[in-house]
Structure formats: C-alpha cells, structure tokens
C-alpha cells in the first residue's frame, strides 16, 4: 500500500476480456476454448448476462463420466447462477469470496452485464505489492495442538477422562472382550459384525494377507538396503500399491478404495515379518488361513504354533493402537488423501510419521530405560539425574492424556497376565517416576503411557525390539485406513495457511555479476 502503489479494486486486477460460451454449445467447444486461451473457466453468458461458469473442476467430473463431449451440452454440466462481484469492491473483499466457498474464478458484473472475470492469479499480483490477509484466518497455536481441523465418526481421545473410543465403544473394552477383525470390521462398516458378517469379513481379508510374486521378487534388496524393518515397510507398501494398480482415490469410487484400504490393511504385517526374517537371513513364512490375527503375526515370526495367550496379550496390544483420534501419523495419511492420492501413498506418507521416536518408536525406547536403570536400587538416583537434566523419560507422559493412559493399564493387566519376567522391575520404576516428578517437579503429573508396558508385553511374548514400532504399524495401518475412507468420501483438499516471516519480498533479482 505504500506510496499508492497497491492495487485496491477489482477492476484493476481483472481479466477484461472473459472467454464466454453460450448454453447450447458443447463440452467439446468450450473445453477447446478454455485451451486456446489458456484460462481455467468459460463464463456461460445469455447475451451480457452471466447465467453460469464452467471451470476445469467441470471438466475433470464431466471426464471421470466416460460421457462423450461432443454430443453433452455445456447447460448440463454448468454452476448455474454464479456469484459474482463488482469492479469497484476491493481486493480483499474479493479474495475472501474466493477463499471462503473454494472458488479459483469469479465472474465481474457491473449493471447486469458481464465486464470481465477475476481469479486467483489474478490477485497473486496483489500479493507482490501487499499480502492479501483472509479476514476469517485464525492464529493457530504450534503443533496446531488443541485445533479442531475435521469431523470424524472413527473414533475419538478424551485426555481428560483418560477415555478413548472407537466408533461408539470404548476402545480398551473392545481390546478386552473382542477379536481384532471384529473391530477392524466396525472401523470400515460402522458397527460390530454379526457371525454371518463375520465369517464374511473374514473370507474376504485372509486370502489378502498374501504377498504377489513381484513383491516377494524384490523384498529381499529392500530388506538388504534397510536400515530397519520401518524404512523397508514404507518402500515394500509403495511397492504393493504399484504392483497392484492402485489409483488415485480421486479417480476410484467408494467400493475400490475400500478395496486398496482392505488389500494394505492385509499384507502390511506379511510385509513386516518378512522383512524382519530376511534382515536376519532367513526365508519369509507364508500367512496362514485359519489363524486370526495375533496369532498369525506370530507365527510368521518362527514358523511355529504360536502360544495362545502370548498371541492374545500380542493382538490386544495391536488392538489398542489401531487408532488414537488425530495423531500424527493419521493426520498425515488424511492430508496425503485429500489430495486425491492413492491408498498406498497416503500408507507410506503415515508409516513415515510413525516412525518417529516422538509417535511410534517410544515401546522399545521404554525398555531401553529399563536397561539403563539396570536394577530397583538405581531407579531413584537414575531418574533424579534425568529429571534435574530435564531429560524426556520415555515412557511417561503424553500429549493428549492428562490422567492415566487407558492403554497402559490394559497392558499392564495383560503383562500380569503373562506374569511377564519384566514387570515387577517396570512397576518398581513407574513408582519411582512419580515419586521423584512430586519431588522435584510438584504438579507436573506425567503417568505411564501405552509405550511403557506394551514394551514389557511385547518382549514376554517373544517379539524382538526391532519390531515392536512396526507391530504398531501392523494395526494402526487399520485406523488410518479407516480415517482415509472417510477423508476420500467427503473430501476437500487439506490446505492451511502460514505466516511468512522471511525477508521482505519482493527483493531485486541480482544481474549475473
């Protein structure tokens, strides 16, 4: 704005010549018009006067309709009574029309008749001389902690109550007192299976559990070029998605995406023990058929009959993390689909994300405390040093929760259960913990989390700490799944904003020196 330099109104950003195109002509000659002249709308015009717009987004819909353009009026796939605005309105009211319905153009009407069209980039010219500010943009805090950026039906995390669901259950009661299909099941479909559903479901997924020749062919040079079995999963699940043809959700309707999600949410725990066993030199065993989920997962581990309640205590633990409301990883998998993407991609954008020691590395970070601590009577003046440091304990604390962790008293219950040989000194410490956080720290609370004794569980039951984050993964993939379904089916492109605190632009471009 400065020496009245910025452009204030529309009209003077405007495009005054609008490409127009009558009702009765075709898809064909308006899509041909909007190319010749390099514009993404046609203003549909019954004289002067501006009866409808047909935008690139038109096109895209009227092509995934297999209809032929030439024989398909543009009155039939038109916005018919658009909005419009008057030059004189400023540039800031005409973005925040812009902005607030999601339009990129908008037709310039002065007196009933059309004087030209303004879009986005149009307004990119203002931005040079002053930025445009949205009046509706709000300041959100870092992290976006506390932000409420969607509606959800999957499920939810209540911090406060130390209470999390899925669907309408609670979460920690179905881990109880339910099979992992039966609530993977109530995750895509809405509510819990009958035997017949069931049984059903159950036909359905197992034979996906399978991996492809293709992908067999190349999982060893993936699990030999891994740094771990997290870095290969995100490669070997792109793979699967290739192999596989998947398509952009976009482009699919509702029954192929559950289909992709249903395929992924199958193999990604083949894909997992496979590449633990030849990271360590040994062949892949197939999945088989009539074991359910836990027990599966284990018995591609060895080869061997898995232990009943150690494959039980195993799925329980998948079945408290197959989602947890808006975590990183899941809000990665939405953000990646609302673009329009693949399955498979918005899968390895998350396994990215979870395999963050911040998200989903922390289980075997927690007995690697436990290792540090070595015996009961160093517990006390190991953790005064890392508390007094202010040194994280992994473990403790969570970034929603601000009672008990519901997961974790589940675990911990199941790690009773199996009378795991860790727990009476991981009990010793979580005692310890508290005990010095009053000490040295009064009123800050931080209580065992899911990480703490699903580590102990884990280990009783005979998995390896490489692989406890990606047995996360090996459930999670489930909730993201299910986050992705419901993004695709009513979607609108995640796409926040930020404040751009870099040096004033625009700065002169040097000449070559």
């Known amino acids: 704005m400065a020496d009245g330099a910025a452009v204030r109104t ?11 195109a009558v009702p009765s002509e075709t898809i064909a000659e308006a899509a041909a018009r909007m190319a010749d002249n390099r514009v993404g709308s046609v203003i549909v015009v019954d004289g002067d006067r501006p009866i409808g717009i047909l935008t690139e987004r038109d096109l895209v819909r009227f092509g995934a309709s297999a209809a032929h353009s030439d024989g398909t009026k543009v009155s039939e796939w ?26 990129r153009h908008i037709p310039v009407v002065e007196a009933g008749r059309l004087v030209g069209v303004v879009s986005l980039r149009d307004l990119m010219r203002v931005a040079q001389i002053e930025p445009v500010v949205h009046p509706s943009l709000i300041e959100a805090p870092a992290g976006l902690k506390g932000v409420i950026v969607a509606e959800t039906s999957v499920g939810d995390v209540r911090g406060t109550e130390g209470f999390y669901h899925y669907r309408q259950y609670n979460a920690v009661e179905l881990a109880e007192k339910k099979r ?7 995750l895509f479909e809405g509510h819990l299976p009958s035997p017949a559903q069931r049984a059903a479901f159950l036909e359905e997924t197992r034979p996906l559990r399978a991996m492809s020749p293709a992908v067999l062919d190349v999982l060893p040079a993936i699990a030999r070029s891994s740094s771990s079995v997290m870095e290969g999963l995100r490669t070997a699940v792109s793979l699967v998605a290739a192999v596989e043809g998947f398509k952009p959700t976009l482009d699919i309707d509702g029954a192929e995406r559950r289909r992709n999600a249903l395929q992924i949410c199958s193999v990604v725990p083949t894909l997992i023990m496979a590449m633990h066993r030849f990271r360590n030199g040994l062949d892949p ?21 898995p232990d009943a309640d150690k494959a039980r205590a195993v799925e329980q633990y998948q079945t408290t993390t197959i989602d947890h409301g808006f975590n990183a990883s899941t809000f990665t998998a939405r953000v990646i689909v609302s673009t329009g993407a693949d399955i498979g991609a918005a899968v390895t954008g998350a396994i990215g994300a979870l395999s963050g020691p911040l998200h989903g590395g922390a ?23 890392r508390v007094t440091r202010g040194d994280k304990i992994m473990g403790f604390g969570h970034a929603v929760y601000r009672t008990q962790d519901p997961r974790s008293n589940l675990l911990h219950d199941v790690a009773k259960r199996l009378q795991a040989a860790k727990l009476p000194f991981a009990e010793e410490v979580e005692r310890t913990v508290v005990e010095v956080l009053d000490e040295l720290k009064p009123g800050r609370n931080l209580y065992a989390n899911v990480e703490f004794y699903a580590g102990v569980v884990m280990e009783e039951a005979g998995l390896p700490r490489e692989l406890f984050t990606p047995t996360f993964a090996s459930s999670r993939v489930i909730g993201w799944c299910a986050n ?30």
């Open 10 to 20: 529309v009209a003077e950003v405007m495009s005054t010549s609008p490409v127009t």
């Open 78 to 103: 038109m916005t018919e009574g658009p909005d419009c605005i008057g030059p004189d309105v400023s540039v800031h009211v005409a973005f925040s029309s812009l902005a607030e319905h999601g339009y």
């Open 180 to 186: 992992l299909e039966d609530v993977w099941y109530l």
């Open 285 to 305: 065993i197939a999945p088989r058929d009539d074991l359910g989920y836990g027990a599966n997962y284990m018995w591609m581990l060895t080869g061997e009959e």
């Open 363 to 385: 289980p075997s970070r927690a007995l690697d405390l436990l290792d540090a601590i070595g015996t009961p009577d160093k517990a006390r003046p190991y953790l005064v040093e």
């Open 484 to 513: 992705m379904l419901e993004q695709a089916a009513d979607n609108r492109i995640i796409r926040p904003s930020a404040r751009y605190v870099g040096p004033p632009p625009p700065a002169p471009v040097p000449d070559e020196g």
